[in-house]
């Protein structure tokens, strides 16, 4: 199982950013995803995670700022980050699994993708 994503940057405190995972090796459409993110220092964070049926749950720091989307046919999974602030940088990591609440602790996930907004 692999999962490759892509799309970090740096950007300005109000931009916009999209990240991309592209899945390998599970049943993609059956599967949960979601985003996380880790600071330094800091707790790893639920940002945003949806379910194989489309059900969808947000952090609330990124609530009506961040979408998550999947495109099953490509095994995508993308976040779409507006209105960003400094206090979203972090690094960002998908992940997949079964249902969202077992994706923590028994889920693949990816590498990460560094996310700096600036001031």
């Known amino acids: 199982v692999q999962l490759q994503a892509s799309g970090g940057g740096l950007v300005q405190t109000g931009g916009s950013l999209r990240l991309s995972c592209a899945a390998s090796?599970?049943?993609?459409?059956?599967?949960?995803v979601a985003w996380y993110r880790q600071a330094p220092g800091k707790q790893r964070y639920l940002v945003a995670a949806?379910?194989?049926?489309?059900?969808?749950n947000y952090g609330d720091s990124v609530k009506g700022r961040f979408t998550i989307s999947r495109d099953n046919a490509k095994n995508t999974v993308y976040l779409q980050m507006n209105s960003l602030k400094p206090e979203d940088t972090a690094v960002y990591y998908c992940?997949?699994?079964?249902?969202?609440?077992?994706?923590?602790?028994?889920?693949?996930w990816g590498q990460g993708t560094q996310v700096t907004v600036s001031s």
């Open positions: 090796g599970i049943m993609f459409s059956r599967n949960a």
């Open positions: 992940a997949a699994g079964p249902f969202i609440e077992t994706i923590p602790n028994r889920g693949y």
């Open positions: 949806m379910s194989s049926g489309g059900t969808t």
